[in-house]
């Protein structure tokens, strides 16, 4: 029910353009949030309890509302409570909206804007808001119309001179750090959402570029939206922007109230704030036990250097005046009375901290929209799409004239099993770079697909189809091309189309190894640590380095686990059947153990050359690559969505 209130009053914003908006009302009552730490390897920690947020209440209404506090003091984990983004457990208390429970799926109704920018920066302005409103605009709603909701969107927040201009990445010049952050809001502002929420909107901006930011949601907000923002110390023309203040002090409250009667407040407590002092600098200072007022009550003698201990006692006495202070002011006694109400009137339904996510489009829908950003973003980055294909061509060639024209001798038979072992290790090592894919665009994923812009489905199928086709098959197709011909391997079609999709397989098998172990990973040098190690292991028992029928019995079986030893085997019995390597030769000189068939030194390497022989390699590949793919995809299914 409380849903499509929310869906409702999103309708009635959208078709007025810029009439007058009706925003939500967030009430928050008793909330606290602890979180557990410790409990380190193998238990040797204690594990204990972190009080986050400590009984905070209050309502949020229309406007412009500004949480405050000192690094630490729980701005960013009460915004993310309030906007149903963090992890229920050790969550108590509740959060209403106009009066009723948030629904499940609050977090894809409401606009939520990172702190840090997630927005696909290889395309532009307009293609990110086309994509935000294709996939959480309903489908009841036309093409034509999303389209010219996007321009009014543009318009509004100031981006036409920039629509059409990629947003930017490390090496492509994009839009300005201002526009960005625009970007970021307009991407939540497609729906219409009853409340927008903001986390250090100023962060790495400059103190003009941050002005007009806070300067284009003061206008919002006066057109009738529901902002709640998070800002660590912002300037004085941004601070009078604002219409309610919430001061934090290590999850405590100590002023939750109109913004312009803050200094007043304090003032009444005994902390004035000086004529030409920043008031968020001021209410900062007294926070932390700095500001003049309090250390001219606190000092005495002025050649004592302070104690530590005793600072850090001054600090917490002044921390809990500071909360014993406001719950006698009138203001809290004043939002007590209108949060007794809001609870009076509660429908009496029973509210249920599930968290739930919802789609606005058809599996179909959200396939065909990721699957071309996804390719378009390839596409438009060199470094993941040219540079791949010309090393790849660069290695062929080196490979090519390593091993150039081998010859039917013995030594054509080390050249030939010296190349089969480079390609297909060449192989495995590189599909190292699909450990990025799904580390790179972490935050982006996380964001996008807790605000319901699509499922783990469709992102994980849109990444693997297009990391495959475009980084994957192409340079296995151009490394076969050249470094086939030129080593001068059997000369026959079903060889050569054998030799490719083996290779092929173990670039696929590879990749979706890599995929699997770095699925959960956060940094990529963690991945590639783990991604060469195991490279190198199976390296071991690819069959060239030792000979397998020799390894004993208690290790042997680790051979089913190297994804190289399938390549070489089958590019060996693809290579060496037929193949006599003493043609011509007198048996005199034959040295003596050697080989001069394909089939004989098959035979010696244990490995089996029937013609299921052959295809079992392929088999255990694909088999692999499946297995691999689906502990890939497990990972990111239930990946943390809550901080």
Not at 144 to 167: C, F, H, M, P, T
Not at 250 to 266: C, R, S, W
Not at 299 to 308: F, K
Not at 440 to 457: A, C, D, N, P, W
Request: charged share 15%; glycine share 8%; hydrophobic share 45%.
């Amino acid at each position: 029910m409380m849903e499509d209130g929310l869906n409702g009053a999103s309708k009635s914003q959208s078709a007025g353009g810029k009439q007058q908006l009706h925003g939500a009302t967030v009430s928050f009552h008793s909330i606290f949030y602890k979180v557990k730490q410790g409990g380190g390897c193998f238990c040797l920690k204690k594990t204990t309890t972190k009080d986050i947020l400590i009984d905070l209440n209050g309502i949020m209404k229309p406007g412009l509302n500004a949480i405050m506090g000192a690094t630490g003091s729980g701005k960013s984990s009460f915004l993310d409570v309030l906007a149903a983004r963090k992890d229920p457990a050790g969550l108590t208390g509740e959060v209403l909206i106009d009066g009723a429970p948030q629904p499940p799926n609050f977090k894809c109704l409401s606009g939520y804007v990172v702190q840090d920018d997630v927005v696909m920066g290889t395309l532009t302005v307009r293609e990110n808001f086309t994509f935000s409103a294709a996939l959480r605009l309903p489908s009841s709603i036309s093409q034509k119309e999303k389209e010219q909701k996007v321009n009014r969107l543009i318009q509004e927040l100031g981006l036409g001179r920039v629509a059409d201009s990629k947003v930017g990445t490390q090496l492509i010049r994009g839009i300005s750090g201002g526009e960005r952050k625009r970007t970021n809001i307009g991407m939540e502002l497609i729906i219409d959402p009853p409340v927008l929420f903001l986390d250090e909107p100023t962060t790495g901006l400059d103190a003009s570029t941050a002005n007009s930011v806070l300067l284009l949601l003061k206008r919002m907000a006066n057109h009738g939206r529901t902002i709640i923002l998070s800002i660590h110390q912002p300037r004085y023309t941004i601070y009078r922007l604002f219409d309610s203040l919430t001061l934090l002090v290590n999850g405590k409250q100590v002023y939750h109230g109109p913004a312009q009667t803050a200094l007043d407040y304090f003032s009444d407590i005994g902390y004035t704030c000086e004529a030409h002092n920043n008031p968020a600098d001021f209410f900062l200072d007294v926070i932390n036990g700095d500001s003049t007022a309090v250390a001219l009550s606190s000092v005495g003698d002025e050649d004592q250097r302070p104690d530590p201990d005793s600072v850090s006692m001054s600090r917490r006495g002044i921390e809990d005046k500071l909360v014993e202070e406001y719950r006698n002011c009138q203001h809290y006694k004043q939002t007590k009375a209108e949060l007794e109400a809001i609870v009076q009137g509660k429908p009496s339904t029973t509210s249920s901290r599930s968290r739930t996510i919802t789609y606005s489009t058809s599996f179909l829908t959200q396939f065909k929209w990721v699957l071309k950003r996804t390719f378009r973003n390839l596409l438009l980055n060199p470094q993941t799409s040219i540079a791949q294909v010309a090393v790849t061509l660069f290695l062929a060639l080196v490979v090519g004239a390593l091993f150039f024209d081998v010859q039917d001798n013995q030594s054509g038979v080390q050249n030939r099993i010296g190349a089969l072992f480079f390609i297909v290790v060449n192989q495995c090592f590189s599909s190292l770079s699909a450990a990025e894919l799904f580390i790179t665009e972490r935050k982006l994923f996380t964001h996008e697909y807790i605000s319901g812009y699509y499922r783990v489905s469709v992102y994980f199928l849109c990444k693997i189809l297009s990391d495959i086709i475009t980084l994957r098959t192409i340079p296995a197709i151009v490394f076969s091309c050249v470094a086939y011909f030129m080593i001068g391997l059997k000369a026959t079609a079903e060889a050569f189309f054998i030799f490719m999709l083996t290779v092929a397989l173990v670039a696929y098998t590879a990749t979706s190894m890599a995929m699997a172990i770095s699925a959960d990973q956060t940094v990529v040098a963690i991945a590639n640590i783990f991604m060469t190690i195991t490279c190198v292991f199976m390296m071991i028992f690819a069959g060239l380095l030792v000979n397998l029928p020799s390894i004993v019995s208690w290790l042997a079986w680790l051979k089913y686990l190297s994804i190289p030893r399938y390549g070489l085997s089958a590019l060996q019995v693809n290579e060496f059947i037929g193949l006599n390597f003493c043609n011509g030769m007198n048996s005199s000189v034959i040295p003596p153990g050697s080989s001069c068939t394909g089939e004989a030194f098959l035979e010696e390497q244990g490995v089996d050359y029937s013609t299921w022989g052959l295809w079992q390699n392929h088999m255990a590949l694909i088999i692999m690559t499946i297995c691999f793919l689906a502990i890939a995809y497990l990972k990111l299914r239930f990946i943390k969505k809550f901080t």
